[in-house]
């Protein structure tokens, strides 16, 4: 009973803690003791395993819920709000999160001669798939290595490219092919993505962006918001937000400072749109998870 080890797996090792990261760097686990609202969160090209319990994803204002009997999978980094549906101290929600390796991907697609799936993917960047035996044993085996810390080197490479191939062999295989294959359009995104992720406060030019991943302009927005759910403009506020909180929160810097350091020229506009997404102004939200987490008020301006 692959699925009842890797409750008492993640259990055990997520006592006393929400997120835990493991001796396997892509390998993740997580817990939670209560029924919680949608918490905003970017999430890497990633399998998300819930074993015990169920949490669902909003993304684009629909929702994709999650449990034993379905995984979550992401193919590119995607802006989402994460939900926990059903958790108790007595039953937590307990999962893995193992993020996805592209490369791969495209390396198992091109040397084991795989053919294309038959269907065609929606093109989003998310969806559901089933869970079965043929996944979750290969999960087990990497969570069994956790006890053998000499043999992670050497073995969890050899599983982790077994659970890439299974997942290619899955009812999400279209999905993750779109992303692997080298030239999609789906990839090309994903490049694009990439240099946001670094060039977040840089002033964007989509021509430009578009011309640097070899698309015309309204392919590369039509696409982009495909997979998405955003504009390349709204993905990239986004990311300047959220890096903003975490340098009010993690560096306590105060919110002019952080609002010229993701690339705003103007205060009251990043304020303005902090609220919209966070549904407060940046002190309001900062001193309130200060004060949710015991930490002291730290250095915020209006």
């Not at 390998?27 to 399998?47: D, K, W």
């Amino acid at each position: 009973m692959e699925n009842e080890a890797l409750v008492r797996i993640i259990a055990q090792a997520t006592k006393g803690e929400e997120n835990c990261p493991t001796a396997i760097p892509s390998l993740g686990f997580f817990r939670r003791e209560r029924p919680a609202p949608p918490v905003i969160c970017l999430v890497e090209p990633s399998i998300v395993l819930v074993v015990q319990g169920e949490k669902k994803m909003w993304f684009g204002g629909e929702p994709f819920p999650y449990d034993t009997g379905r995984f979550l999978i992401t193919s590119l980094d995607i802006p989402a709000n994460s939900e926990v549906v059903e958790a108790s101290p007595e039953h937590p929600c307990l999962g893995l999160v193992l993020r996805l390796d592209l490369r791969l991907l495209a390396e198992l697609i091109a040397q084991g001669n795989l053919s294309p799936p038959a269907e065609r993917s929606d093109e989003r960047g998310i969806g559901l798939g089933t869970v079965t035996p043929r996944i979750l044993d290969p999960f087990k085996r990497l969570l069994d290595l956790l006890d053998e810390p000499a043999s992670i080197p050497i073995l969890a490479p050899l599983i982790i490219r077994e659970i890439h191939f299974r997942l290619l062999m899955s009812d999400q295989a279209a999905r993750l092919w779109q992303i692997a294959s080298v030239g999609s359009q789906s990839q090309r995104v994903s490049r694009a993505i990439d240099w946001l992720k670094l060039n977040y406060a840089t002033t964007l030019r989509v021509d430009d962006l578009a011309e640097r991943v070899q698309m015309s302009v309204s392919t590369f927005h039509h696409h982009f918001r495909k997979l998405t759910a955003m504009s390349p403009l709204q993905y990239q506020k986004w990311l300047r937000l959220n890096e903003a909180k975490r340098l009010m929160l993690n560096e306590d810097l105060d919110a002019t400072s952080a609002a010229f350091r993701v690339g705003y020229e103007s205060p009251s506009q990043f304020s303005r749109e902090y609220s919209r997404l966070f549904g407060a102004s940046p002190k309001r939200d900062i001193v309130g998870l200060r004060r949710e987490a015991g930490m002291p008020s730290g250095n915020m301006l209006a």
